[in-house]
């Protein structure tokens, strides 16, 4: 599929209602408790066929659109954390490393706390291993100030890579 329809379909998905938020629970084995979640996205067409991610993430990544995504997920997760009011949980989105170089990204993600009139501490950002190892200097400097600005940051995947325990210390995350 060309790059441009791919985008062209992403953003009809989007006005369609195709693309969808999808809650993974992350359990706190240690208060016995579900903790928090990940915002995942999927793709489900009016036939009711699931496009996966690796289908289309990949190609919008390579071509730096993948932000469209992105932001839109994390929209769905403030919606839903405003939904949930005093049951809600920390909802973590995953962002990647081309927002790293979005010198917005802060006043963005501010933004969509405010208009949904939701804690900040409960839109957490993700960052998967490959971006860190990937541009690791950019990634913890941008890490450093989503970390200033009352985000948390975690690492998705992590182990999934070649990355080691050692430059977790470089990462507030």
């Known amino acids: 599929m060309d790059n441009q329809i791919l985008l062209e379909n992403i953003i009809a998905a989007i006005e369609n209602g195709e693309l969808q938020a999808y809650y993974q629970r992350q359990y706190n084995a240690k208060k016995g408790v579900v903790g928090g979640a990940e915002a995942l996205v999927r ?3 009016p036939d009711g066929t699931i496009v ?14 993948l932000s469209v995504v992105d ?39 501010d933004k969509l706390v405010e208009t949904y009139d939701i804690d900040k501490s409960l839109l957490g950002v993700e960052i998967t291993e490959s971006d860190v190892a990937t541009d690791k200097q950019d990634v ?12 948390a ?6 182990g999934s890579g ?12």
């Open 43 to 45: 793709w489900v067409k």
């Open 52 to 65: 996966l991610p690796q289908d289309f993430i990949p190609i919008l990544e390579e071509n730096g659109q």
């Open 71 to 109: 932001w839109f997920i994390a929209e769905e997760a403030c919606k839903t954390i405003k939904l949930l009011k005093s049951r809600a949980v920390r909802i973590s989105v995953n962002f990647g490393r081309e927002h790293a170089h979005d010198s917005q990204f802060i006043e963005k993600l």
């Open 140 to 151: 913890i400097e941008w890490v450093n100030k989503i970390v200033a600005a009352g985000y």
């Open 153 to 158: 940051v975690s690492i998705d995947d992590f």
């Open 162 to 173: 070649m990355s080691s325990l050692s430059f977790v210390k470089d990462v507030p995350a």
